[in-house]
């Protein structure tokens, strides 16, 4: 996974902190189909994620009205109700507006 | 780490989203100082960090003047030097406002 390419400020992020139950139990392939159709959505700029006991996935969105598209979305509720049955021992979930970015690269 | 305790909305996040050179050079124990360096800043709320090839730090602040005098102090100026010159890759910094939160715990 890259730095996600997000244009110029203003846009929204998602950030969205967990700790995971043991065991997979179908996690790892919904975490992936999410990730796909997340990509797909109208206002969708870019996702960064890494878990390292903690799992932060962190994406990038045109506006809160895409944000809250994406919530509602049929496959993503189903992912977000088999997230608080079984996969999840907590998480927060946090709506931001970016301010201003800046970056840098030695290339 | 655990899913940072942040309060009530709004507040502010940073979203540091790096990705490493290799070998160590110093960098571990920095980012250990850095860490314990951040947390006592006033305005400081908390921190969650991962890293799975991208690393991800969002640190959390009551306002954008405690992330500005964040940045400017002197031992993360050291950091922030050292990190271009020696430890990044690349790496993109986002200054966001958290605008809604929540949260979820099976305990």
Same mark, same amino acid.
């Given at each position: &996974?890259?730095?996600?390419?997000?244009?110029a400020t203003p846009y929204?992020? *998602?950030i969205f902190t967990s700790i995971?139950?043991?065991g997979d139990g179908g996690y790892g392939d919904m975490a992936d189909? &999410?990730?796909e159709a997340a990509a797909k959505q109208p206002g969708f700029l870019g *996702?960064?994620?890494?878990?390292?006991g903690l799992g932060i996935t962190v994406s990038y969105w045109e506006s809160?009205?895409?944000i809250a598209?994406?919530?509602?979305d049929a496959e993503h509720l189903t992912a977000q109700k088999l997230g608080r049955e079984q996969w999840y021992e907590c998480y927060k979930t946090r709506i931001c507006k970016v301010e201003r970015d800046y970056d840098f690269?030695?290339?």
């Open positions: &996974m890259s730095i996600a390419s997000t244009g929204y992020a *998602v995971r139950t043991s189909a &999410m990730l *996702v960064e994620s890494a878990r390292e809160l009205e895409a598209a994406w919530k509602r690269s030695r290339l």
